[in-house]
């Protein structure tokens, strides 16, 4: 069983920067990749970024590539996501997932098999 914990949303004006980290309690947590997604109100939740177990490959969404950094400190089973140039599009709950013992398609959310409770983001215009 995994348990993950995020935590550093909170709310920011439109340009500004934010970190949310995630950690994660339980077994092999270096061998498990790890997403982050997001749901915006009256939206879909949707696949914003992940990285591989070893934290060399990482994948993005078209819509944060180049404005988000997703990382990992497999010594502290945590894993971050920095997010800067926000715009209020990005306005959404945040959730950290975790994927089983096996490799997974990192953008489809019906790979990771345990999440997280949320983190709001909040972005002003």
């Known amino acids: 069983q995994v348990q993950l914990v995020e935590s550093g949303g909170g709310l920011v004006q439109a340009g500004g920067s934010l970190r949310l980290s995630c950690a994660a309690s339980?077994?092999?947590?270096?061998?498990?990749?790890m997403g982050w997604f997001r749901q915006a109100p009256g939206k879909e939740r949707e696949f914003v970024a992940a990285?591989?177990?070893?934290?060399?490959?990482?994948y993005y969404a078209g819509s944060v590539k180049e404005r988000y950094t997703i990382s990992r400190d497999n010594t502290k089973n945590t894993v971050y996501l920095q997010m800067n140039s926000l715009k209020p599009e990005d306005t959404a709950v945040y959730y950290c997932?975790?994927?089983?013992?096996?490799?997974?398609?990192?953008?489809?959310?019906?790979?990771?098999?345990?999440w997280g409770q949320g983190t709001q983001v909040t972005v002003s215009s």
């Open positions: 997932a975790a994927s089983g013992l096996r490799a997974v398609v990192p953008s489809k959310e019906s790979e990771y098999d345990y």
């Open positions: 339980g077994r092999a947590f270096s061998t498990r990749t």
């Open positions: 990285i591989g177990g070893s934290g060399t490959t990482t």
